[in-house]
T-cell receptor, first 111, second 113 residues
């Protein structure tokens, strides 16, 4: 079945780059997504990438997609303490009606 | 701005009680979703609805039911709460055909004692 895997924790120092990795199983996914959950809040869509793209850049965020290896990564440049959150990788299910989320990576940024 | 609200941020119930979790969205979205979030397990889909009175089972529907009588409101019902249903419950909504762009409520932390 469909599955999304990501590491559970990442700790970085303020000003460093963060890279959060994700692997997925459904090669038919048209889009892949990154959601962010700040402490005490619901999730919000951070960015997404279309499956025919290799890279997407949006200010401090860079998404890289390796379709051959079914590997997705989110790079945050110049990480700030406000970036501390849980980051979820997600893909659409085969019916395209719902999202399948990874378990979430908790990013901890120390000053 | 899309707003998804959930009736309670924190809820404490006893084993065997019937529990209602309410979710309301104000953007006329067709799709609505209920998830539970547990440490180390991420988000798991309980039920979703793509229209009024329509519902589809997600990955973990056992022990839950849902109701969607009005477009803006999606209720999650625990018929007889059990301690293993202690969790964070998140509601989300999205436009039809845009299930990937979901807008989430702040969550309800339910504790069943």
């Amino acid at each position: 079945g469909e599955d999304v895997e990501q590491s559970l924790f990442l700790s970085v120092r303020e000003g460093d780059s963060s890279v959060i990795n994700c692997t997925y199983t459904d090669s038919s996914s048209t889009y892949l997504y990154w959601y962010k959950q700040e402490p005490g809040a619901g999730l919000q869509l951070l960015t997404y990438i279309f499956s025919n793209m290799d890279m997407k850049q949006d200010q401090r965020l860079t998404v890289l997609l390796n379709k051959k290896d079914k590997h997705l990564s989110l790079r945050i440049a110049d990480t700030q303490t406000g970036d501390s959150a849980i980051y979820f990788c997600a893909e659409t299910d085969q019916a395209g009606t719902a999202l399948i989320f990874g378990k979430g990576t908790t990013l901890s940024v120390s000053s | 701005d899309v707003k998804v609200t959930q009736s309670s941020r924190y809820l404490v119930k006893r084993t065997g009680e019937k529990v209602f979790l309410e979710c309301v969205q104000d953007m006329d979205h067709e799709n609505m979703f209920w998830y539970r979030q547990d440490p180390g397990l991420g988000l798991r889909l309980i039920y979703f609805s793509y229209d009024v009175k329509m519902k589809e089972k997600g990955d973990i529907p056992e022990g839950y039911s849902v109701s969607r009588e009005k477009k803006e409101r999606f209720s999650l019902i625990l018929e007889s709460a059990s301690t293993n249903q202690t969790s964070m419950y998140l509601c989300a909504s999205s436009e039809r055909g845009r299930a990937y762009e979901q807008y989430f409520g702040p969550g309800t932390r339910l504790t069943v004692t």
